[in-house]
């Protein structure tokens, strides 16, 4: 069965970076699509970006400029940055999997809250 | 982008009742709306996909209805282990926007 962890910093300060890793295990990263997706507290979900195992990608329009995801096949692993990050972006990031570029979430790991303060 | 809404926000419902969710796209989308379940502390888990096709292992008192912009999800008898939030996603295009959810309650 295949099991998607987020890892990375749980506290990130106003302009920097955010950053988190998803490793893959029970499966091949290749030949699927990975997404991030987060949700701030209290509010719905929000679809960030997703990266297929090759390379290409899509971005949310509202966060594209901000926005790098990257793919390490050799590692089993994708990754999310985020740059000139602020309190908005405070929020549980979930990894994800879909099979193809029609976003249908089969996978999903369990989320990982990411709080931006000084 | 496409604005989902979902009602209710919240809903009580005891075991064995007949429940309906309703999700809402702000232009059609055909069939591309997926459903999910989401309990506390926990990952999402897919319950329907292309509007009525049923995931893989997902009981059958569980559906989904509709096409265009409105779509419902029906669990037909409500059992203890349903109780959580729904949510539900549009897969039609970029980027792809989720209801704010429907928190399930126990009366």
């Known amino acids: 069965q295949v099991q998607l962890q987020a890892s990375g910093p749980g506290l990130v300060k106003p302009s920097e970076t955010l950053s988190l890793t998803c490793t893959v295990s029970?499966?091949?990263?290749?030949?699927?699509?990975w997404s991030w997706i987060r949700q701030p507290p209290g509010k719905g979900m929000e679809w960030i970006g997703y990266i297929y195992y090759s390379g290409s990608t899509d971005y949310h329009s509202s966060l594209k400029s901000r926005v790098t995801i990257s793919v390490d096949t050799s590692k089993n692993q994708f990754s999310l940055r985020l740059r000139s990050v602020t309190a908005a972006d405070t929020a549980v990031y979930y990894c994800?999997?879909?099979?193809?570029?029609?976003?249908?979430?089969?996978?999903w790991g369990p989320g990982t809250l990411v709080t931006v303060s000084s | 982008d496409i604005q989902m809404t979902q009602s209710p926000s919240s809903l009580s419902a005891s075991v064995g009742d007949r429940v309906t969710i309703t999700c809402r796209a702000s232009?059609?989308?055909?069939?591309?709306l997926n459903w999910y379940q989401q309990k506390p502390g926990k990952a999402p888990k897919l319950l329907i996909y292309?509007?009525?096709s049923l995931q893989s292992g997902v009981p059958s008192r569980f559906s989904g209805s509709g096409s265009g912009t409105d779509f419902t999800l029906t669990i037909s008898s409500l059992q203890p282990e349903d109780f959580a939030t729904f949510f539900c996603?549009?897969?039609?295009?970029?980027?792809?926007?989720f209801g704010q959810g429907t928190k399930l309650e126990i009366k």
């Open positions: 996603q549009q897969s039609y295009s970029s980027p792809y926007t």
């Open positions: 292309a509007a009525s």
């Open positions: 994800a999997r879909h099979p193809d570029m029609i976003v249908i979430i089969d996978h």
């Open positions: 029970g499966g091949s990263i290749s030949g699927y699509y």
């Open positions: 232009q059609s989308i055909s069939m591309y």
